[in-house]
């Protein structure tokens, strides 16, 4: 499944963060290492077409598309040299496709902040430098292994060259993703640096409205995405009926909650999109890369759809809306037939002819 990895420093809000995740109670406290276990937890991708679509076709349920998250221990400077928990917990990212890491930027003198002062920057620093670290360990501990194998000629020698080349990289002090690299095969290493990054900017509620501030905060982690939210704030707003926090979310001159935008900007950065189905029985989002085609969508279905994949009729979502009703779109020629070619377009609502 799709899941994106926590990382931070301790006391910078990730239990607060991710108890609002998954309105699951993980502990939060105020000291370091507060959390050592990981706990996953599965968002829905927000989507206002579903319910659109759902009264179109009079479905039961709705089913989303989802995000997993796993919520990890923070990392202090130092754990790669073992100190705090040490690294072992990083093993809990390793197989995550992508890492959200949160940054402190909200104040509050009762709340320990580990190296002393609130600093955005120096923290990022600090992970950056961990992550770093580890992968030069994970990779020197591969090398060893990856010298032997070559020479019994059990390995493609590329795989060898690719994590020399990754060793070099990583050894100037900067993360695999800038690289350039094709680093495809040494991906069973589950390179943490090498994973795409968001940014979740932990922040006071004032804050949330200070433009000059959040370009600042921006500015330090482009052209990674950068989201801002008040952890406190979201584990309040799941609290409420949706009315109740609509209004609570506009009273800060938000739109969007920042777990709204978490799921989806997690969803774009990890290159997603979505493909809708719908009947009376349950209008659903269907997930695949950006740039599938009709067959590789309808194989996220099922293997048989793929395998028997004969063409899929195709509206979107806004012709739908627009004509009312599949019977509609068609009698308008907004129908079309699409076959194995075809790139799939997000919110396209698809009917597949297959055989079995
Ligand atoms: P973690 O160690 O990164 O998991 O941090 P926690 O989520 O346990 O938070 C550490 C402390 O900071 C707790 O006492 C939280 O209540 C507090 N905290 C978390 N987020 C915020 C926030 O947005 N504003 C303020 N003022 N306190 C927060």
Known sequence: ALTIGI???PNVGKSTLFNALTKNSVLAANYPFATIEPNIGVVNLPDSRLAVLAEIFGSERILPAAVSFVDI???VRGASEGEGLGNKFLANIREADAIAQVVRGFSDDDVVHVDGAVNPAGDMETINTELILADLETLEKAQARFEKEVKGKKLDPIVLTT???AKAYLDT???LSSSGLDLEPIRELGLLTSKPFIYVF???EGVLQDDLK?????ALVAPAKAIFLDAKLESELIDLDAEDAAELLASTGQTESGLDQLARIGFDTLGLQTYLTAGPKETRAWTIPKGAKAPQ?????HTDFERGFI???IISFEDLVATGSVAEARAKGKARMEGKDYVMADGDVVEFRFNV
């Not at 959040?214 to 921006?218: G, K, P, T, V, Y």
């Not at 969508?297 to 279905?301: C, D, L, N, Q």
């Open 7 to 9: 990382v931070g420093l």
């Open 73 to 75: 221990a923070g990392i």
């Open 163 to 165: 994590a020399e080349a």
């Open 173 to 175: 002090g900067k993360p």
């Open 202 to 204: 932990n922040i006071d």
């Open 214 to 218: 959040l370009a600042e905060l921006a």
């Open 297 to 301: 969508a309808a194989g996220v279905i």
């Open 311 to 313: 063409k899929a009729e």
